[in-house]
């Protein structure tokens, strides 16, 4: 199993970004996907997860403002990060379960004040 994030960058508060996490070595189309983050010195947490029929659930602190959706096409999850504020710095990290948990590489999200 590999997942390949993409997307991260600096940004200042109040703007966009958007990650990409592309699959492989799974049945992609069912497997639930997820974004974790960590920032420096905090566990790692849930930001938003999307099941294989495509419900959602989204951590408090971002809903509202994160968008997560999947194209099982192109074995892709994406996370679309709005109105984006200076705690949403952190490492974010595509993650999905087959057995065990997979994790992938992690991307960096700063954003600015």
């Known amino acids: 199993v590999q997942l390949q994030a993409s997307g991260g960058g600096l940004v200042q508060a109040g703007g966009s970004l958007r990650l990409s996490c592309k699959a492989s070595?799974?049945?992609?189309?069912?497997?639930?996907m997820a974004w974790y983050r960590q920032a420096p010195g905090e566990q790692r947490d849930l930001v938003a997860e999307i099941t294989s029929g495509g419900s959602t659930n989204y951590a408090e602190s971002v809903k509202g403002r994160f968008t997560i959706s999947r194209d099982n096409v192109k074995r892709t999850v994406n996370l679309q990060m709005d109105s984006l504020k200076p705690e949403d710095t952190a490492v974010y990290y595509c993650?999905?379960?087959?057995?065990?948990?997979?994790w992938g590489q992690g991307t960096l999200v700063t954003v600015s004040s």
């Open positions: 070595g799974i049945i992609f189309s069912t497997t639930t």
């Open positions: 993650t999905t379960s087959v057995g065990r948990r997979y």
